[in-house]
Structure formats: structure tokens, C-alpha cells
């Protein structure tokens, strides 16, 4: 890749301003059953402990199923490094709390894979939308491209085991 030369995929940055206002709507939607009932079909709020702080927080996060009883988050966000060898955090979905057990996965060669899947469920015309990611070859981007995107920008998969899910 040139220095003029987009990478094949890249990871989107949304602008920070809004999302600070978008996010805390998010919360107060998501946090209740009668709010959360039409925006809660994909979206849910995470609950993490600070690794250093101990703080906690609290992220709107679109999620999908994953086909196998756990739920499944893609992020490139740097609040993901607080999940590294931390797996108890808790959801709230469909405006109900929940205890859950996450497990981060970043290595790339788990992750592309992952990524292609989705980007072939969603067609690559949609998938970058639905996925945080720019597509900007008119094919579907290969593995490798896709592991070099994982590398490059950060991009990760939570896989998340939630208790009494519905």
C-alpha cells in the first residue's frame, strides 16, 4: 500500500462530540423495558470495571446473536483493553440487568474470520455500515486484508455469555 493508497478495509471514527450526546441518550433508553423495547432489538448497554480505576462503566453497544447461545459485539473502541483477562462484567438488555461473562478476542487470525462471516451474511454494500468498518475495494475485502485492518485499527469480537437471557 502506497502512502496514497487506502488500506482495503479500514475502521470508521465516528466524531466524538455527538456520540458523548448520542451515548448518554442511549443509556437512558436502554436502561428500562418499556424504553428499550424498539431501540433494545441490536443495541444493549455493556457494564465494565476500569482495569486501573476500578471505575465503572457503562457503553451502548450493538450486538447480534451468535448463533451458538452467546451474544456477539464487534468493537475497535480502546474500553475493550478493560476485558483483557477481566470476564465478569454485566448487560442491560432489553432494559433488564444481567450478570455475563465476556471473552475478549483479538488476535487477528480469530477475528478476520469473523468479520469476513458477517461482511458475507450482510453483502460488502451494507456490511461496512452494520460493522464500524469502510470497505473501499468493490469486492469483498480477503482474510488477509481483514487481519491487517484487526491489526492496524483495533478491531476486536466479545463474545458474551449472558445469564437468564430470554
Not at 502512502?3 to 471514527?13: D, F, L, Y
Not at 461496512?128 to 483495533?154: C, K, Q, S, W
Amino acid at each position: 500500500m502506497s502512502s496514497g493508497t487506502r488500506p482495503a478495509v479500514e475502521r470508521v471514527r465516528p466524531p466524538k462530540a455527538p456520540y458523548r450526546v448520542v451515548n448518554r441518550v442511549m443509556r437512558w433508553l436502554l436502561s428500562s423495558p418499556g424504553r428499550a423495547r424498539g431501540v433494545g432489538r441490536h443495541l444493549m448497554l455493556l457494564h465494565v470495571t476500569g482495569r486501573r480505576s476500578g471505575r465503572r462503566f457503562v457503553f451502548p453497544v450493538a450486538y447480534r446473536d451468535n448463533g451458538d447461545g452467546r451474544l456477539l459485539v464487534l468493537t475497535n473502541s480502546p474500553w475493550r483493553a478493560n476485558l483483557r483477562d477481566r470476564p465478569d462484567v454485566a448487560v442491560t438488555l432489553g432494559g433488564s440487568h444481567r450478570p455475563a461473562r465476556a471473552h475478549l478476542v483479538e488476535d487477528p487470525d480469530r477475528v478476520a474470520p469473523v468479520y469476513l462471516r458477517l461482511i458475507e451474511e450482510a453483502g460488502p454494500a451494507k456490511a461496512g455500515r452494520r460493522l464500524g468498518i469502510r470497505i473501499n475495494v468493490p469486492r469483498p475485502p480477503t482474510l488477509a486484508e481483514l487481519a491487517d485492518a484487526v491489526r492496524r485499527d483495533g478491531l476486536a469480537v466479545i463474545y458474551l455469555d449472558v445469564a437468564d437471557r430470554p
